[in-house]
């Protein structure tokens, strides 16, 4: 696989960017993908949507007061909600011209997990991503304090719940472990105490606040400081410690290029980081430009997505239904905005079990055959009102793999090979020159139909999960 192929994935979801990369360099290509715009309106999905917390009081009471067939169309609602989320963002993740920063917002967004289940407020969900997605480059620092202080996790780890003399302390225990220094480097102390600073921060109208009445104002100690402490003081606290950059340079490192890093590299981008106060887009440049020079192919396992997206883009799908993307990542265990739990996806080995690669080739076989799923439009009525899941039908579609009109078969294979594997050994060589043979003419009617079944079987390489 060429470098600029290689790194269009690692840098977005396809080989969509590679040419540009190519041509102007990754640091070019880096620079554009920092600086480039992001819509912060208001998606039209969520403008019937409760965003006050009046709004909110009132749907729940109105759920609460209803009867059980009117319940279910509310609840439906919101579920479909989520559904337009999904297809909201799976539609910026593929068309984006830089698709650099809504990749790094899925990472944020398997690192600060808050799952729509939970929280149950759509507008709370939205708020969440677009904090991901404005500081998606940003200051870690910064990110880590919004994030504590988001409607959206102070309701996903139940500090709704968190009062004076009753202390809740699941934020407190994620924002050490799982968040930022990792399990180690911190006490049990230390998570006690931080809930204590934490107890009151409940919903707010744009962000949470503290409740004066459920606060806590006495005094407490955190990871050496004693004072009265609140959310921000836990922060500030935290990234003083030693460990800090560590944890998140190793999933950086996890989630772009390597699925067991060296804790070598872990601790030298770690060190960066810190030395530039925990700014995100210099750790980025540095990363990306450091292991693009060095033979890094085939480290990493694709997630569903850049499994997905890839080959779309490589048969040259125009009319790909976003909820297709959606149905086949939930069913690879990456369901967007549902992690099962707060610890996010694990990655690497669990993105090729033998039931995944099997998902994942009969999806190659569906649509290198020309057909794709689409949901259809559910039609819920009165008598129909069990959980239903969506139904979906098959849906034909155009295919065709961009190859050398004028190269022999050899040519072809180097070309694909060239854009999709990160090693060819000698048996599958052989195996694509059987597929696409000495005498293919590339300018033969049914050339497209030859190249895509060499594609098909480049698709069910164990190589080609890898990148």
């Not at 934020?171 to 204590?196: M, P, V």
Request: with cysteine; glycine share 6%; hydrophobic share 35%.
């Amino acid at each position: 696989m060429d470098s600029s192929n290689l790194w269009s994935l690692r840098l977005g979801f396809s080989g969509k960017q590679a040419l540009e990369i190519d041509k102007n360099g990754i640091q070019n290509f880096l620079k554009n993908s920092f600086s480039n715009q992001y819509d912060t309106k208001l998606p039209d999905f969520l403008q019937d949507d409760p965003k006050t917390l009046e709004e909110f009081k009132n749907l729940r009471s109105q759920i609460k007061n209803a009867d059980s067939v009117e319940q279910k169309k509310i609840l439906r609602k919101q579920l479909y909600g989520t559904v337009e989320m999904k297809n909201w963002w799976l539609t910026k993740m593929q068309n984006e011209s830089y698709p650099l920063r809504e990749k790094m917002v899925c990472f944020w967004h398997n690192h600060f997990v808050a799952t729509a289940q939970k929280v149950k407020g759509n507008y709370w969900i939205y708020q969440h991503n677009m904090i991901l997605r404005e500081n998606a480059f940003g200051n870690f620092k910064e990110l880590t304090k919004k994030i504590v202080k988001s409607n959206a996790m102070v309701r996903y780890l139940d500090n709704v719940d968190n009062k004076k003399g009753n202390y809740n302390e699941n934020l407190s225990r994620e924002l050490l472990e799982l968040f930022t220094l990792g399990i180690g480097n911190y006490s049990e102390d230390d998570i006690k105490n931080g809930a204590k600073a934490l107890a009151g921060l409940g919903l707010g109208e744009e962000n949470a606040i503290y409740r004066r009445f459920f606060e806590d104002n006495d005094d407490k100690t955190y990871l050496g400081k004693t004072g009265n402490l609140k959310a921000d003081d836990l922060v500030n606290q935290i990234f003083k410690q030693k460990n800090i950059s560590y944890l998140i340079t190793r999933k950086i490192l996890k989630w772009f290029i390597y699925d067991n890093p060296k804790e070598e590299l872990v601790l030298y981008y770690g060190d960066y980081f810190r030395k530039m106060n925990f700014e995100i887009e210099p750790l980025l440049t540095k990363v990306f430009t450091e292991e693009y020079a060095k033979p890094t192919a085939g480290s990493k396992i694709k997630n569903p997505l850049e499994f997905l997206f890839q080959m779309v883009d490589e048969l040259q799908i125009t009319n790909f239904k976003p909820i297709t993307a959606a149905f086949f990542a939930k069913q690879q265990g990456m369901d967007l905005f549902n992690q099962v739990n707060v610890k996010g996806w694990d990655g690497g080995n669990s993105w090729l079990t033998s039931q995944i690669y099997l998902q994942r080739n009969n999806t190659s076989d569906l649509l290198i055959n020309g057909r794709t799923i689409s949901r259809k439009e559910l039609k819920v009525g009165e008598s129909e009102m069990k959980e239903n899941e969506p139904q979906f039908a098959f849906q034909k579609i155009k295919v065709a793999v961009n190859f050398d009109s004028n190269g022999n078969n050899k040519n072809i294979i180097a070309q694909l090979s060239n854009r999709l594997l990160f090693k060819v050994d000698e048996a599958t060589q052989k195996d694509m020159e059987t597929i696409l043979k000495y005498d293919f003419n590339a300018k033969e009617e049914n050339a497209n139909d030859a190249v895509l079944r060499l594609y098909s079987y480049i698709a069910k390489t164990p190589e080609y999960q890898l990148i």
